[in-house]
């Protein structure tokens, strides 16, 4: 929450302690929360789906089942790219959804205004619709891939060595 509430803040400060303090001024405890089940429902599916197809496309590219063969370093880099980039290609609305509610009650009008915006998942979805249509819930993909692929393909690839150091199968 502080995180996005600072990189969408302008002209302000940018202290974190007077950001939390501002969250929690306008819309309680409560407000550090925002987003929080968009947020859940974003990294199950994406964990599973980011686990799943990069077994899968391991498999494939090793031809071993349940096990077996292990991948060399560029075949884990690119299974793990392939699954870096499916997963955040059909989670990406989610984040988009999750960042939306939680600038949501940081709008314009200073913690008075903040304090009475109240949010639902319904309204956001429906507000990117109005305003932008099906591409407004990929607006910024390209940076999410730029950073996600790589991220990805890494921790996939220490999966692997880790696995093969500890002579886990």
Known sequence: M???RLAASTGTSGSVTAMLADIVRADGAAGLYRGLGATLLQVVPSL???????????QWAT????????????TSLACGCLAGFTTSTITFPLDVIR?????????GGGAAA????RVSYAGV????MAQQGLSGFYAGIVPEYCKVLPGVAIAFCTYEQMKSWLHAD
């Open 2 to 4: 502080l995180r996005t």
């Open 48 to 58: 599973a789906l980011n686990f799943s197809i990069y077994e899968s496309a391991r």
């Open 63 to 74: 031809g071993s089942e349940r096990g077996g063969a292990r991948p060399g370093a560029l």
């Open 99 to 107: 960042r939306r509610m939680q600038v949501a009650s940081a709008g």
């Open 114 to 117: 903040a304090a009475t915006a």
């Open 125 to 128: 979805i429906r507000g990117v």
